[in-house]
């Protein structure tokens, strides 16, 4: 009898020492999983939290460099780089271009002037710089892609093509638009442009 108590005695605190351990290893668990929830939610309810891309692109707009979709305003034009492409130039269009690609930049210029002047575009100038080789190239507006007339009225926009002969396509530029009577001193990058097999 002395055997049975002394045994059930031993497998009463045996199973209470195992039942404790497992206890405490799942409440150590759990209590990670509520630590981690909690820096999860600081994180997101801190609104001075930034994520990485919101830097990049905080730290891009702080140097004057725009992408696709944005645009910068003026007192005269608000303009915007909507997208580009590129083109293989080829000989029999009539065209005796010495550089054999083109990249078209789409421009969408609008007048925001507050006192009814009409802007005229043919003042403006259009560059595309190659960073890696420090080249500049002016940039064309083709008659063929482009509406006929540049003045525009306060309130209206026009989407200019504006063209760059190229010798290669290059996987960055930088666009600017120079203008005297509305100073831009915004650029653009343009990238993913196609590029051509030799």
Known sequence: MKKIVIATIGAFALSSTLVACSWETESKSV???VVNEKQKQSSENDPNAVSKEEEARIKRMEKGILVYGEGTKGGLYLTTVNTAYSERIMPEDGNNSRNPYMVVVSVKVANVSDNGKIADLSELRF?????KTDKNFEGRLLP???PMTYKLEPNNSLTLDVSFEVPTIEDKYMFNIESKADPITDKWEVTNLNKFKQ
Do not use: A, M
Request: net charge negative; aromatic share 0%.
């Open 127 to 131: 560059n595309l710089n190659d960073s």
């Open 144 to 146: 063929d892609r482009n």
């Open 31 to 33: 209590d990670e999983e």
